[in-house]
Structure formats: structure tokens, C-alpha cells
């Protein structure tokens, strides 16, 4: 169980500053100390943000992931990287991200990058006075998910037998990331949530046990499902029904569960979360620019309270804010916890 009643949190990635984008279509015109500083920089404005809205969890905002897929398969051999998007004109979808056909086995010899990630936010974070002691939370993709913008081949026939070479590259990040220090990850299997409906929720129940079995127990672990976040789109029925009861069997400290964009549908099953670990509760709409005020956020926290106690709630925004422009993002987080604070100085938790 978490230490901080209706405790304040964020999935993981926060948006690139102006200038970062900018500097990502021109790398080639960087020195490698120049793409340090910018890096350096990046995590800053990201973390200078997430401090200033008084989150009780932080994140380095993913900014070094300048491509979510690439900043995870450029690590990983036996891949050819599809550098052009299948579809480049039309409504924004999720065929427009690549596919990557598989060349060989697939190994990380490197791991997959968070580790430096988690590092480079504990230097910087320890270099900022502050006047609380938030959590630094790692993010990392779990194998399922990993699995999904893979071209099977004759050695990894589906994305089954992809995800089964993918765990054990997985489970070691996860183990280096402990090794480093790092007190609490979410390993993010959003594929699952998306796919629920037509798969057995039991096998993804298996996969997940098993990716994490080696750091339960010695880090936070938390997990994250959404119904995708593509440019503010869905890939998945927006329903949880499919998931449980078997979900419940996650065997993690925390699963997120979005909420706000779906007007609080289905919420009376945070209680049956909250009876086997705690719940995060997506009580901000990362797909919308109606900004909640805290009026708003202190009603949906009292929502949720009918449903599952204080020691077992946490309230973050529905997905990563890396789709949200940055202003947006900024008013979001200060008024998700302004609004927590709220209804913790009611319940006498201030």
C-alpha cells in the first residue's frame, strides 16, 4: 500500500517543449555534448512543471523518447527499423506508425534505454531545491505492448511468440532499474487493455506475472491501461468489462485505469481494484482541452471515494500528457492536485 492518501501521480510522458521538436528534425546538426545539454534541458522543463503543480509523483516526461517506438526498437537487434509511415496523409490513425520487420533474434545487449533515462532524472532531481520529496517513477513498455509494431517472421511466427522473446529483455530492465534505485515502475501494457475483448485475458495475465516476478516486492510496481492515445485517438472499445475479473490477478501495487474521457463509465469497478491493490483513477481528460478546475477534480475524487477508500486511491490523468500541448498539460496537473488537496484538507489528510 502506497504512504500518501489520495495520493497525486502522472502515467509517464509530458510534451516536448517548442524548441525540443524543433531540435529533433534537425539532430544532424548537433554535436553529441549539444544533444546532452538538450536532453538535460528537456528533463528539466518537465520536471520543473510536474514540482510545480505539487504532484506527489514524478517522471522525466519521456522527453529523451523522441519516438516512442524508436526510442525502444533502436535498442533491440534483429529488427529493421521502417523508417517511413505506411500512411502519411488523411485523419490521424494509428497505421500511420510503422511497422518493423523482424531480421533475427531479437536481443538488447544495451537494454532499452530507461535505465540512463531514471538516471539522468535522479542527477537532475537532485540538483533541485525543493521543498518536498516526491517519487521519481520510471516508465517501461511491457512485452505485449513491445510486441505490437513487430512483423512476425519464420523464427517468431505471431505476436505471441514475439512477446515471449521480448519478456525476458523486459524483465531485465526492470531488474536494472531496481539495481539503480528506482522505488517505483509502471510497466505499461496498454495492448492489453485494447485487445482484452478478443484475447484471453488469462494469458495476459500470465505474461504480466512473469515480466515482473523478479522485482516484485523490491520496487513499486504499477501498470497502466488505456484504450490508446495516438493523437488523442482510441484503438480499443472503451470498456473495461472484458478485463475482469481476470485483471485482478495482476500481481502489481498499482493499476491505472482510465476514466475522464469515458464520463466515469464503469467506475464502481475500482472497488473490487482497490480490494487486491491500489487504483489510480484517470480523473483528467488528456484527450480534451476543457481545462477541470479544481471544483471539478475535488467532485470526481469524491466520486471515487463511494467506491474505494483513501488509503487505496491515487488520481492521475488518464493517459501520458504527450499528446496535450504543453499549456493545456501545465493548468491540468496544478488543478488535479489542487483539487486532491482540496478534499484531503475535508478528510482531515492535509
Known amino acids: 500500500m502506497k504512504e500518501q492518501p489520495l495520493r497525486t501521480t502522472v502515467m509517464g510522458s509530458y510534451p516536448f517543449p517548442g524548441w525540443l521538436e524543433l531540435a529533433a528534425q534537425q539532430l544532424d546538426r548537433f554535436g553529441a555534448a549539444d544533444i546532452a545539454e538538450a536532453q538535460d534541458d528537456a528533463v528539466i522543463t518537465a520536471l520543473h512543471d510536474q514540482l510545480a503543480a505539487g504532484l506527489d509523483v514524478v517522471t522525466d516526461g519521456e522527453q529523451t523518447r523522441l519516438d516512442f517506438n524508436l526510442s525502444f526498437y533502436g535498442y ?59 517519487t521519481l517513477k520510471a516508465s517501461v513498455p511491457g512485452p505485449y505492448t513491445l510486441s505490437g509494431r513487430l512483423v512476425p517472421n519464420a523464427q517468431y511466427p505471431d505476436r505471441w511468440a514475439l512477446t515471449e522473446a521480448l519478456l525476458p529483455i523486459v524483465r ?63 484503438v480499443g472499445p472503451r470498456r473495461l468489462a472484458p478485463m475482469f475479473p481476470a485483471f485482478l490477478d495482476f500481481k502489481c501495487d498499482e493499476m491505472h485505469v482510465e476514466m475522464a474521457s469515458r464520463e466515469f463509465a464503469e467506475l464502481e469497478l475500482i472497488g473490487p481494484i482497490a480490494r487486491r491493490m491500489d487504483v489510480a483513477v484517470g480523473i483528467v481528460d488528456v484527450k480534451s482541452y476543457y481545462v477541470e478546475t479544481p471544483r471539478d477534480i475535488a467532485d470526481r475524487v469524491r466520486l471515487c471515494l463511494k467506491h474505494a477508500p483513501a488509503e487505496r486511491l491515487g488520481f492521475a490523468p488518464d493517459c501520458g500528457l504527450s499528446q496535450t500541448a504543453r499549456w493545456a498539460a501545465r493548468q491540468k496537473l496544478a488543478n488535479l492536485v489542487e483539487g486532491v488537496k482540496l478534499v484531503r484538507q475535508e478528510l482531515g489528510l492535509a
Open 172 to 234: 531485465q530492465e526492470l531488474e536494472n532499474l531496481v539495481a539503480a534505485g528506482c522505488a517505483e515502475i509502471s510497466v505499461d501494457e496498454p495492448s492489453m487493455s485494447c485487445y482484452a475483448h478478443k484475447e484471453d485475458p488469462q494469458r495476459f495475465v500470465n505474461i504480466f506475472n512473469r515480466t515482473i516476478e523478479s522485482v516484485g516486492g523490491r520496487t513499486r510496481v504499477c501498470t497502466h491501461l488505456c484504450f490508446g492515445n495516438y493523437k488523442a485517438r482510441a
Open 76 to 134: 533491440i537487434e534483429g529488427i529493421a527499423l521502417e523508417s517511413v509511415s505506411p500512411r502519411r496523409f488523411g485523419p490521424p490513425a494509428h497505421d500511420q506508425r510503422g511497422r518493423h520487420p523482424v531480421t533475427g533474434e531479437l536481443r538488447a545487449p544495451r537494454g532499452l534505454g530507461v535505465v540512463e533515462e531514471f538516471r539522468r532524472l535522479q542527477r537532475i532531481f537532485g540538483a533541485v531545491k525543493r521543498s518536498t520529496s516526491p
